[in-house]
């Protein structure tokens, strides 16, 4: 017992040996870098996409007659060729030449120097007086181009008809009262298909990130033991400290090594959405919001928390299945048993998100090893209660305490085997017996 409370200061010194160990290697340092400047490229696509679009725009020339179109008649072309509603100054997909009375004959000599893409011309048929239209183009005629000329033309028919009739498009979509309303005042209220992609999106890269930081953070401290115990400087080192020590120091050194190659990562990812709007500037030339996509401080909050506590709860049992091996070859094979429980939980949130409130769901968002992915997928959609989460949260906390009295069991003994290999009537055996 007297490990227990004389955890500190030894464990603290293995902490920052570990820590300074870690992040001065190249390998620390480059993959750092690299992962943070992914990040932020990633985060500036909607620039590249927004450039791609305001680079590829097909031009387009429009004879319509003098006199008798709806007052409304360009509007509801350019609307229909371009989008409803269009960023102000952006650079639109069509731009449009609006030629009231014009001379097809003139116009023809531009479309066939390369100064237009298409030639519209827009008559009224003197029988049916119906709007009639001939598109003069070299633009393949089943392509994206003339499809979306055609659904604006047809359109444009439709309101010439209600015009002529003595109504409009306009009046026909009048405002109308219609509400949506959750089934239960406490119930979440209904999102919009495009909230629900970027939540789910959100909730699937926030996954991503728990699974393979659990995996790399877990794997480096199993490595670490089982490298000094290879080496021998496990013996070493415990002529000044207890297994229970050293395991604490080892966790909380790898944890800070993480945490601060993830806290570069998200500083990049936050900084990248941030300089969107100037970037976007730049290139486009057109001011753009940032696009967070429903990363919230609550949920990044969350995120954290569930990071923290997964992390340390996998990390124990690393370190403690770390222990049992003495060759770093040996990692792999022996914390497999963990990497399948890791996986079952990754793929459980995975699915889960397509039923986030279904029951399994919820109870299992509780369990502490699959809670940092089910919780955090039940957060980030807005599909749980505070105290929900906290419960969590301290189940969570709980199973620390249970896995790191276990661990340092396992750990007090493995430490000192070599060349053995131990079943599962040994590992529990090991878990009963204290030192």
């Known amino acids: 017992m007297t490990g227990w409370r004389t955890l500190l200061p030894n464990a603290w010194y293995v902490a920052v040996r570990e820590y300074r160990s870690r992040v001065r290697t190249r390998s620390f340092l480059i993959g750092t870098v690299a992962l943070a400047a992914i990040a932020f490229i990633a985060t ?37 060729l371009n989008g409803q509603p269009s960023s102000p100054g952006s650079r639109q997909p069509y731009a449009i030449s609006w030629l009231p009375g014009g001379d097809p004959t003139a116009v023809q000599k531009d479309l066939e120097g390369g100064k237009l893409d298409a030639l519209l011309i827009v008559e009224r048929d003197a029988t049916t007086k119906d709007l009639a239209f001939t598109l003069r183009t070299d633009i393949p005629r089943d392509g994206r181009v003339v499809a979306t000329i055609g659904t ?33 005042a406490t119930s979440v209220g209904a999102n ?49 400290t207890t297994p229970l020590q050293m395991l604490t120091g080892k966790v909380m050194g790898n944890g ?22 100037p970037i976007h500037k730049i290139v486009v030339g057109t001011d753009a919001a940032a696009q967070f996509g429903g990363l919230s401080p609550t949920v990044l909050t969350a995120f954290v928390v569930l990071f923290v506590l997964g992390f340390l709860l996998y990390s124990l049992l690393y370190a403690a299945l770390g222990s049992l091996v003495s060759r770093q070859e040996d990692v792999q094979s022996a914390t497999s048993p963990l990497m399948t429980l890791i996986m079952i939980g990754y793929f459980m949130s995975v ?39 906290v419960l969590a949260v ?18 007090s003994a493995g430490v000192l ?19």
């Open 192 to 240: 919009s298909v495009s909230e629900e992609i970027s939540t789910s999106l959100l909730s699937t890269g926030l996954i991503v990130l728990i699974f393979m930081a659990i995996i790399t953070y877990g794997v480096w401290v199993a490595t670490s033991v089982a490298e000094e115990k290879g080496s021998r400087v496990m013996e070493l080192m415990l002529n000044a």
């Open 351 to 389: 699915f889960g998100l397509q039923t986030i409130d279904a029951a399994w769901v919820k109870v299992a968002s509780f369990v502490p090893f699959f809670s940092p992915y089910l919780m955090l997928a039940r957060v980030s959609t807005g599909h749980v209660e505070i105290w929900e989460f």
């Open 152 to 184: 604006a033309v047809a359109s444009l028919q439709i309101e010439d008809r209600l015009f002529r009739a003595g109504t409009s498009t306009a009046a026909l979509r009048a405002p109308y009262s219609f509400k949506v309303e959750p089934v239960k």
């Open 394 to 411: 301290v189940l969570l906390v709980a199973s620390i305490a249970v896995a790191l009295f276990v661990a340092a069991r396992i750990y």
């Open 256 to 277: 800070a090594a993480g945490l601060t190659q993830y806290g570069v990562i998200l500083g990049a990812v936050v900084g990248g959405l941030l300089a969107q709007g």
């Open 44 to 80: 500036q696509l909607p620039v590249v996409f927004d450039l791609t679009m305001s680079t590829s725009q097909t031009r387009v020339a429009m004879v319509v007659p003098s006199d008798g179109l709806p007052s409304d008649a360009f509007a509801l072309m350019s609307d229909g």
């Open 417 to 435: 085997l070599y060349g053995q290999r131990v079943g599962l009537r040994q590992l529990l055996k090991m878990a009963r017996v204290s030192r």
